[in-house]
């Protein structure tokens, strides 16, 4: 059946500045309809570093990028002080680099600049024996070491929080949903879209006063639809993520072309990454490769020699939507934005792309399109997105008090506060029941609990058993799924009403979606290991790759 929606805008992209201008909107009161093809924040946004930073090497060419950056970390810090977390980076120098230690002083001493509006803490220069002493897995090569502060968040539940309180303020989420068209009218102005429901295959019409394309590197693909053209220069980069945390502090690394990575904890995790190559692939299948793994370890294994001996559980990869530019090298290209007018600067009044940017800056792009939208909308209502707290941003939750409320060890709770903040308590009491259910550790990696399971079913409106993966980080532990799959898709199978069938496909789905995760960094015992985990779920459920999409 063919349903028909009406907004004053819909927004395309359910990324961080999909989600981003979709709460800026409805916060002034905008009518707004958000529409994500797949689970919120599954694109790039995932697939960043998730440092909320002012990006140190952009200091030099983009100082705009580096300042933005670090007074929107500022505001994310303010507003969803749950879902960021400190990270203390070292910075070793070693005597065949090509800056010496004054050099890169002078480089963190203008970087200092900005720390205040991030909340950090100057740098400071250690001698090699201190910087060992903090930690021992530095090679004892280096000459000396920095330290800088930076902070991280959880940045597809950062996407998921700006969703929910979008949604919480009126707007319209729709989910696995994809624009498959942009309706014109015979001016050739954008009026909206046909989307189509990649779940139930059932079609819906949008009627909308403006369109935002914010589909990240689906900008160009989403642009065409209206026959216009915008150019990007895609460029891929992967993350090992470790099955634990190699430190607790972040390390500097630098790659054999010189390029600056680093390695750093990330949650339960650390990761290390990350590469910056142009991209002109299938953005629905982005697979990295053995070279881009040892690319990675390679880099790594300089500053934290014992590296290989620990397991990388799988890899991450992303392609980022950056500015065009012609006859640079992929890290000279600017991190800045831009929001194209179609109706200013081609044919297709009404409809606006968003390119470019950083996730650290989303909020202040996100500004900067309602602001436009809203001048063209003629509201004049003002941004309130860094003032107003994402949900369980509002106060901090008593985690203990909770785990002796609810009888849960803390390291559960306090991951369930970690991604829910002051909203924990009410995520408990509503997994209550007679049978005490809701206490139950699904995934024993991160862990989850049952409770947070139908929490996000019942909820936030999610939809696929894979969507966990982001949404609570079911499955990407340890076991990558085998463990937990089959006993969380019982739970949401419970909330919202799948049938055998679908509830198998979904498992199959996920197991399939862990075993492309983790493909490209086995090796030795671990791909039998994998294979074993990967034939507990398709074995035991007699189930072959055939049957997914
Ligand atoms: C490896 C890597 C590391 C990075 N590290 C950092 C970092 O540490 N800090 C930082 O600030 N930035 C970082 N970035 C950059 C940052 O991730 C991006 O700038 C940001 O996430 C882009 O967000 P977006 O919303 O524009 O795109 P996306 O997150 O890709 O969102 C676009 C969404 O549009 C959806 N979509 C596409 N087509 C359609 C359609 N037809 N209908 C409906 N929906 C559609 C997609 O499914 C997708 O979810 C990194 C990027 C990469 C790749």
Redesign the pocket.
Known sequence: MTRWLRARVLV?????????IARDLALRGVDVLL???????????????????G?LRYLQKDPQVTEH?CIDSGAIQRIAPHLVFRIPFLMPVFSDDPLGPELVEIGLEMYDRYVSLKNGHPHTRLTRAQALALEPALSDAIECAFTLDEW?VD?ARL?AANALDAADRGAHVLTH????ELLRDATGRVTGAR?RDRIRGDETFVEAELVMN??????P??AA?AGEEVRLRP?????LVFERRVSNIAIYARGVDGRDMFTFPHEQNSMA????DDYYGD?DRIDVTEDEVAYVLQAMERSIPSIQQHRVLHA??????TLFGFGAYEDELS?DYEIVDHGAFGAAPGLYS?????????RLMAEDAANRLCAVLGVDAPCRTAELPLPGGEAPADLLALAKRFRIAPPAVARLGFRHGARARSVLEAGEDAHARGRRVVCACEPVLDAELRHVARAEGLRKLNDCTLRVRLGVGACQGAACAASAAGVLAEELGWDAPRTVREVAELAASRWRAVAPVLSGAQVGAMELHRHVNFGMLGLTEEILP
């Open positions: 395309i992209g359910g990324g961080i500045n999909g989600t981003g529409v994500e093809r797949r689970e919120l924040g599954s694109g790039t946004s995932w697939a960043s570093s998730g440092m909320i930073h990006g950056s991280g940045a996407c949903t994809e624009v498959v989307l914010a589909t990240g590197p689906w900008v693909q989403l639809l460029g891929k980069g992967i993350h990454g990350t590469t910056d953005l991450i990869s992303g392609v980022r939507p991190r968003m390119t470019g940017g950083k996730l650290a800056a989303y």
